[in-house]
């Protein structure tokens, strides 16, 4: 049984470039939410995706999106970066329902 | 708003000594209440987990117990080691579809021997 796989470890990007992070769910796993976790605090909830589709928000802008593909695997797409956005960010899969989240080591980006 | 308060860190313990770290939480209904575990450079695991009022929930030694009287879910250990050094986030969960955990900020534990 595999875990979650996140990809890239670690990317540095510039103010107002746009990136992409990707994570793997565990097998038979079939939902996915995503995480900001900034130096020295919590995880932030940012959305999660089921069937495809955004299945819950956290309080974060719409420069905030996501992608669920077929294979449960998924993405999380940022616009316009900003200083504030350099943190970890950890993808969990779970099934539908339950609370059985797992998470990857997470993707730590840098924004200067 | 739904909310987590864990006492803050770090907190640095002799080996075998007896850990509490303390965590109470806001919330409307009855969440499920959780406690995680980042060891450096990893991402979360889960360590522990209640659902219902009065329920303990174990784990590696680990335990804590769901007290709805005092909205509290403290973790405790009778006796610590350096291998538990981490960082330890109380959660909980109020979606019964499990749509998102809702985090306190993290306690940092440092276990010396």
């Known amino acids: 049984e595999t875990g979650v796989t996140q990809s890239p470890t670690h990317l540095i990007k510039t103010r107002g470039q746009q990136v992409t992070l990707r994570c793997s769910s565990q097998?038979?796993?079939?939902?996915v939410s995503w995480y900001q976790q900034a130096l020295g605090q919590g995880p932030q909830f940012i959305f999660q995706?089921?069937?495809?589709?955004?299945?819950g928000r956290g309080n974060f802008p719409p420069r905030f999106s996501g992608l669920q593909f077929p294979n449960y695997s998924s993405e999380l797409n940022v616009n316009a970066l900003e200083l504030d956005d350099s943190a970890l960010y950890l993808c969990?899969?779970?099934?539908?329902?339950?609370?059985?989240?797992?998470f990857g080591s997470g993707t730590r980006l840098t924004v200067v | 708003g739904n909310s987590v308060t864990q006492m803050e860190g770090p907190v640095t313990l002799s080996e075998e000594a007896f850990l509490t770290i303390n965590c109470t939480y806001t919330a409307t209904g009855y969440p499920s209440l959780f406690w995680y575990v980042q060891y450096p450079g990893e991402g979360l695991q889960l360590l522990l987990k209640?659902?219902?009022?009065?329920d303990k929930g174990s784990n590696k030694g680990f335990e804590a117990t769901y007290r709805k009287e005092t909205t509290s879910f403290h973790l405790e250990k009778g006796s610590v080691q350096v291998s538990d050094s981490a960082v330890y986030f109380c959660a909980l969960s109020v979606d019964q579809a499990g749509t998102a955990l809702i985090f306190g900020k993290g306690t940092t534990l440092s276990v010396s021997s």
């Open positions: 097998s038979g796993h079939n939902t």
């Open positions: 969990a899969s779970s099934l539908q329902g339950g609370h059985g989240y797992t």
């Open positions: 995706y089921y069937r495809e589709e955004e299945n």
């Open positions: 209640a659902t219902k009022a009065d």
